[in-house]
């Protein structure tokens, strides 16, 4: 599929022999994307349904650990079965995690149908990346490359879109679903459009650190659980645990062949170890939003899972507008976003905690805009940290 380029440009890319790969690999990578955004506005009109609001962070949970587990076993898989079936079972496991969703008749059934659909995402979102050394010429990699980071834009706009339609419908089912047979067709197109010489691309052996990804879900399931269960001694037992195990997967860790974070991850003598603890306390402070929000704007003040779901999109889109304008700033920028923006987070998140139960719910968009404008240092971090 490779073809000798002097000057690439975007049309290039609009040929037919090139154009449907790069529209599998972009649905693959937006099916994994806008996942949270779809189930966030579900959640409620779920929940009402067949119950589970004790365990409403669960499905995150599981999908966020399955992910992890999926993408670090990548390279295996890949070794064995070549990049172009991985993807095409990426999207069909995927199918089935919805289908299971769509399916299920208690929330714990929800909550594995998301482990399952995090599985194929996770795969999905991976070998998108992979696949394009594969099939497009070395000169488009860089607008390829762009074109993947940018589906998580659109993710703003479709998720809640696809999410709030179906809830406004009464048919959550629907939307999972629908989700399924689009994965269906994404294993389609992987199949019949991707080359057949992709098993190669890193013939050296690599093996699935299975222990230490165990540590991580175990330490993902241990604070779900102090989440769930009553008593502060339980609460802190699960909670000491999940840092145990996450300590212990550091020392592994940094002795492995094959490290998967840095050397100095997580310490407060190295600006990488800063930078990690910061991106982490970020996204803990961000992800609340995503889970609960939807849940009280309908609960509360009655919107509709529509309108709800780009209330909360509307951090996001606040972030990307204060990332593209950040992204031109001078070097000493950097330094002060790391400041600001957890100020900014911090007022955006005591302006939702105000004003969430008494209302004006149109007062709650500014504080929504400034959580997402607060994670923009997330993105400087997690390019210097790597």
């Known amino acids: 599929m490779h073809e ?28 994994h994307s806008m996942n949270v955004l779809i189930t966030a506005t579900l959640l409620p009109s779920i929940v009402a349904d067949i119950g589970g609001a004790e365990l409403m962070s669960w499905p995150t949970t599981a999908f966020v650990a399955a992910s992890i587990v999926a993408a ?5 898989v890949s070794r064995v079965i070549g990049n172009r079936r991985a993807f095409c079972g990426g999207a069909v496991v995927y199918a089935v995690g919805a289908a299971l969703c769509a399916l299920a008749t208690s929330f714990v059934l929800i909550i594995w149908g998301r482990f399952v659909q995090g599985l194929g995402g996770g795969l999905l979102s991976a070998l998108a990346y992979v696949l394009v050394r594969s099939v497009f010429a070395e000169p ?12 998580w834009s659109v993710t703003v706009l479709a998720g809640p879109l696809i999410g709030g339609v179906f809830a406004g419908y009464g048919n959550w089912r629907g939307a999972f679903l629908t989700v399924a047979g689009v994965g269906g067709l994404l294993a389609v197109g992987a199949l019949l459009i991707f080359p057949t010489g992709t098993a190669e691309d890193d013939p050296t052996e690599r093996r699935l650190p299975v222990l230490r990804v165990v540590l991580i879900c175990a330490a993902i399931a241990l604070l779900s659980c102090a989440g769930v269960l009553a008593g502060p001694a339980v ?9 145990g195990a996450f300590v212990i997967m550091l020392r592994i860790d940094r002795e492995a062949m094959a490290p998967l974070l840095p050397s100095d991850a997580f310490s407060l003598r190295s600006p990488t170890g800063a930078g990690l603890w910061m991106v982490l306390l970020l996204s803990v402070a961000y ?4 889970i609960y929000v939807p849940l009280f704007l309908q609960r509360l003040h009655g919107l509709e899972p529509l309108l709800a779901g780009y209330m909360v999109a509307g ?14 700033l001078a070097e000493e920028w950097p330094r002060r976003l790391i400041v600001a923006g957890p100020i900014a987070m911090s007022l955006g998140l005591f302006g939702v905690a105000a004003l969430m139960a008494p209302g004006p719910v149109a007062g709650l968009l500014p504080p929504i805009a400034l959580i997402g404008i607060g994670s923009v240092p997330r993105g400087p971090l997690s390019h210097n940290v790597s």
């Open 315 to 328: 951090a996001s889109l606040a972030w990307t507008g204060a990332a593209l304008t950040v992204a031109s």
């Open 287 to 290: 992800s609340p939003l995503a």
């Open 72 to 76: 670090t076993g990548t390279a295996v």
């Open 140 to 151: 488009l990699w860089p607008r390829v490359f762009g074109l993947l980071a940018g589906v």
């Open 235 to 243: 609460k802190g037992t699960l909670i000491a645990a999940a840092v």
């Open 4 to 31: 000798t380029l002097t000057e690439p440009s975007w049309s290039t890319l609009l040929v037919p022999r090139l154009v449907l790969p790069l529209a599998v690999l972009l649905g693959g990578v937006l099916l």
